[in-house]
Antibody, heavy 119, light 108 residues
Framework: EVQLVQSGGGLVKPGGSLRLSCEAS????????MIWVRQSPGKGLEWVSS????????YYADSVKGRFTISKDNTKNSLFLQMNSLRAEDTALYFC????????????WGQGTLVTVSS | EVVMTQSPTTLSVSPGERATLSCRAS??????LAWYQQKPGQAPSLLIY???NRATGIPARFSGSGSGTEFSLTISSLQSEDFAVYYC??????????FGQGTKLEIK
């Protein structure tokens, strides 16, 4: 069974840091690009960051560029999001998702992990 | 950035009836349009890709159509489990990937 299991959310003060993890199973992790998407409370979906299957190509939303770092460990079937200089507006439910190679959308999602930035 | 606009924001339909949701792109995204369903407390799940192709395991009552800038998702006979929020997403011109703001399908 294809699964993405997330961990690492929590409450952090403005300016603080947090690292999210997403552990994959049931598929060849090294063959897939991976994505982070977030959803602010009661709001819609916002793409945050993408990383190619090998980790060579990385992209960020303007809203997180310079503060967030995406990484992928194909030996441990894991995806990470290092979030620094957190702001109140980063408060959201964060989802990891899988994107097959080629022109494909996000076909499998993690369960989500809540990040709350508040003093 | 491609802006995706969904309508209506909320759609009230009775079980067994047909529902049609719309999605418009600010510029052409060809056929690179996906629909997701999100139920309360759950992650989104892929329904439709390539504008009209059902994802694995999606019932035939779900159908997508359109190309370029105008798209629609039709649910032919609503079941109780279909009441949820639906998002469209373009994956043609990225980054960034962009989503519509969502349509909430509620029971009438």
């Amino acid at each position: 069974e294809v699964q993405l299991v997330q961990s690492g959310g929590g409450l952090v003060k403005p300016g603080g840091s947090l690292r999210l993890s997403c552990e994959a199973s049931g598929f060849t992790f090294s063959s897939y690009s991976m994505i982070w998407v977030r959803q602010s409370p009661g709001k819609g979906l916002e793409w945050v960051s993408s990383i190619s299957s090998s980790g060579k190509y990385i992209y960020y939303a303007d809203s997180v560029k310079g503060r967030f770092t995406i990484s992928k460990d194909n030996t441990k079937n894991s995806l990470f999001l290092q979030m620094n200089s957190l702001r109140a507006e980063d408060t959201a439910l964060y989802f990891c998702a899988r994107r097959p190679s080629g022109d494909w959308p996000f076909d499998c999602w993690g369960q989500g992990t809540l990040v709350t930035v508040s003093s | 950035e491609v802006v995706m606009t969904q309508s209506p924001t909320t759609l009230s339909v009775s079980p067994g009836e047909r529902a049609t949701l719309s999605c418009r792109a600010s510029q052409s995204v060809s056929f690179h349009l996906a629909w997701y369903q999100q139920k309360p407390g759950q992650a989104p799940s892929l329904l439709i890709y390539g504008a009209s192709n059902r994802a694995t395991g999606i019932p035939a009552r779900f159908s997508g159509s359109g190309s370029g800038t105008e798209f629609s998702l039709t649910i032919s006979s609503l079941q109780s489990e279909d009441f949820a929020v639906y998002y469209c997403q373009q994956y043609y011109k990225w980054p960034p990937y962009t989503f519509g703001q969502g349509t909430k399908l509620e029971i009438k």
